[in-house]
């Protein structure tokens, strides 16, 4: 299985039934010899992290990333300003850090929410398990040279697939739920 970090694994219709994974669509922040770890970029919940975490003085989206750990937070940032122990995913593309130096640099509007994506839980699985699911077709990889902060999410599900050709053009431009067609 040839993925690296940075980048997109789209669900297929495969996945239909799957509450957490229908039409998702994962950025892959790491990828070892025995599991792969990403986020959902485009599962926006109803809260804001500023009712999450009092210390936030703005309200900035927050996103479901997955079942795993669906209790923590976790973010991704594309900033010129650097957190301490943050880790490089792509190009311009880092994850978590000194959460502290985060809460202080978006106080200061030195970090604006199109900069940074928050997330409660990940996506992640044993590699055997995720070569599985792609030998079944439930997922795409899609290489990433967009900036995840520009994404349509509401498209974004559907312009990915569109990108990998016609195969699931009938698909794409069905309603979320078929029964309503």
């Given at each position: 299985?040839?993925?690296?970090p940075?980048d997109?694994l789209i669900?297929?219709?495969?996945?239909?039934g799957?509450?957490?994974f229908?039409?998702s669509?994962?950025i892959?922040?790491?990828?070892?010899?025995?599991s792969?770890m990403?986020?959902?970029?485009?599962k926006r919940?109803?809260y804001?992290?500023?009712?999450?975490?009092n210390?936030?003085?703005?309200s900035f989206?927050?996103y479901y990333g997955?079942?795993?750990?669906?209790?923590?937070?976790f973010?991704?940032?594309n900033?010129?300003?650097?957190?301490?122990?943050?880790?490089?995913?792509?190009?311009n593309l880092?994850?978590?850090?000194?959460?502290?130096?985060?809460i202080?640099?978006?106080n200061e509007?030195?970090?604006?929410s199109?900069?940074?994506?928050?997330?409660?839980g990940?996506?992640?699985?044993?590699?055997n398990?995720?070569?599985?699911?792609?030998d079944e077709?439930?997922?795409?990889?899609?290489?990433?040279n967009?900036?995840i902060?520009?994404?349509?999410e509401?498209n974004?599900?559907?312009n990915?697939?569109?990108?990998i050709?016609?195969k699931?053009l009938?698909?794409?431009n069905?309603p979320?739920?078929?029964?309503?067609?």
């Amino acid at each position: 299985m040839i993925i690296k970090p940075g980048d997109l694994l789209i669900s297929t219709p495969n996945v239909m039934g799957d509450v957490n994974f229908h039409r998702s669509v994962i950025i892959i922040t790491e990828c070892t010899e025995n599991s792969v770890m990403g986020f959902m970029l485009n599962k926006r919940i109803k809260y804001l992290l500023n009712e999450i975490v009092n210390d936030i003085k703005f309200s900035f989206p927050v996103y479901y990333g997955g079942p795993v750990e669906s209790n923590n937070l976790f973010y991704l940032f594309n900033s010129k300003v650097k957190i301490g122990g943050s880790e490089i995913i792509s190009k311009n593309l880092f994850c978590g850090g000194n959460f502290k130096e985060l809460i202080n640099n978006i106080n200061e509007n030195k970090i604006d929410s199109k900069e940074i994506k928050f997330f409660l839980g990940y996506s992640g699985w044993s590699i055997n398990q995720l070569e599985n699911e792609i030998d079944e077709k439930s997922w795409e990889i899609v290489s990433n040279n967009d900036d995840i902060f520009s994404f349509d999410e509401k498209n974004i599900w559907r312009n990915s697939l569109k990108s990998i050709g016609n195969k699931y053009l009938l698909w794409i431009n069905s309603p979320e739920n078929p029964i309503n067609n």
